[in-house]
């Protein structure tokens, strides 16, 4: 991350601070077509087309120009458009600090190479080992994920390479073990619990074992010196509030992040399969969107129920922490970087 990367997330920071709406980051949904079909995902079955490349690049003009520090691209899978190197070329050159979110199962040693030149990180989906993983997003996932692990350590130089873990009840007796064992082999780890919130009956977790993956979480971070582990200590702790339904909700939608979708209209955020439009960043600026939709977007930010996703709550959560620990600003930087 350069100088003028890391003055726009400090200026985005004392924007908050100061009380001041200023959108730090942008998730960017750049295709609903995967070619998976994970249990807690119905994103994939949606059939409307992305915009082409012409109107992608004019979305990113938009964003950039709403002075936005980070673009992370969603999806769907974002490498099931041949064009995403075209698209993060030019979110690069207009000073976006650029992460990507994939499952990696279409990543090729070329993709690889080209990739690691315009994000800051690339986060490779991982929920599991091999039977647990496959048995959630498809046979032979697990060993494809892990493929597209190692070649963007070994030819993506520049990139930060990690997972992301959704925890549900089918893969929580394993979060911890898998973390260990890539324990300095990815540069990241993060997580959040699967949604919607409160979660459905029948994928709720215990809460003797919340604690335990709690309480492991924390020993894993404390022991390991260069902290692979991202989410803050604040957010693992939330856990229990998730799973015993007690969850205080946090969120600043469209003040501090917010979602444009494939067609590239500004959504609330991309926790729904299919987000809650807001408005086009065809027809408008993203800022004067906002600000013309504010009293809805309040709206539905008071009727939704929160989550801890890792584009919402945890953004919030290490934006709200005393400037002056010192720990706020630099572990929001690494949030950004990662995103």
């Known amino acids: 991350m350069n100088l003028l990367d890391a003055g726009k997330i400090v200026k985005s920071y004392l924007a908050f601070k100061l009380r001041k709406t200023s959108l730090t980051c942008v998730v960017y949904l750049c295709t609903p077509r995967c070619n998976l079909n994970c249990f807690f995902c119905n994103r994939w079955q949606i059939k409307t087309e992305e915009d082409d490349t012409a109107k992608s690049l004019a979305v990113i003009d938009k964003i950039a120009e709403a002075g936005v520090a980070c673009i992370s691209f969603n999806g769907g899978e974002p490498l099931m458009r041949k064009d995403l190197e075209i698209l993060a070329e030019h979110a ?15 990543l090729t040693k070329e993709r690889a190479q080209k990739l690691g030149d315009y994000f800051e990180s690339i ?41 992301h873990f959704t925890l549900s009840r089918t893969n929580s007796a394993e979060i911890i073990p898998l973390f ?21 009956s029948g994928s709720m977790i215990p809460l003797d074992e919340i604690d335990h993956i709690i309480t492991s979480l924390l020993a894993l971070k404390n022991e390991n010196s260069n902290n692979t582990i991202l989410p803050p200590d604040q957010y693992i702790r939330a ?17 501090l992040y917010c979602c444009v979708d494939w067609n590239g209209n500004l959504c609330l955020c991309p926790i729904h399969d299919r987000p809650l439009i807001i408005g086009s960043l065809h027809e408008a600026p993203l800022g004067q969107i906002i600000r013309g939709k504010k009293a809805g977007i309040t709206e539905l930010v008071n009727k939704c129920p929160g989550c801890m996703t890792t584009c919402t709550m945890l953004p919030s959560l290490l934006y709200e922490k005393s400037f002056l620990s010192g720990i706020a600003l630099g572990t929001a930087m690494s949030w950004l970087k990662i995103r």
């Open 123 to 163: 986060a490779i989906s991982l929920d599991g080992f091999e039977e647990t993983h496959d048995q959630i997003r498809g046979q032979g996932t697990y060993k494809r994920a892990m493929k597209a692990i190692h070649l963007l350590k070994e030819y993506s130089a520049k990139a930060k390479v990690g997972i």
């Open 239 to 255: 856990l229990r509030q998730y799973y015993a339904i007690e969850l205080e909700k946090k969120c600043h939608a469209c003040e």
């Open 92 to 106: 690069r050159q207009k000073g976006l600090v650029l992460a990507l979110s994939t499952n990696g199962t279409l």
């Open 180 to 200: 260990t064992k890539l324990h300095g082999k990815v540069d990241f780890a993060s997580f959040a619990p699967v949604n919607p919130y409160p979660s459905l």
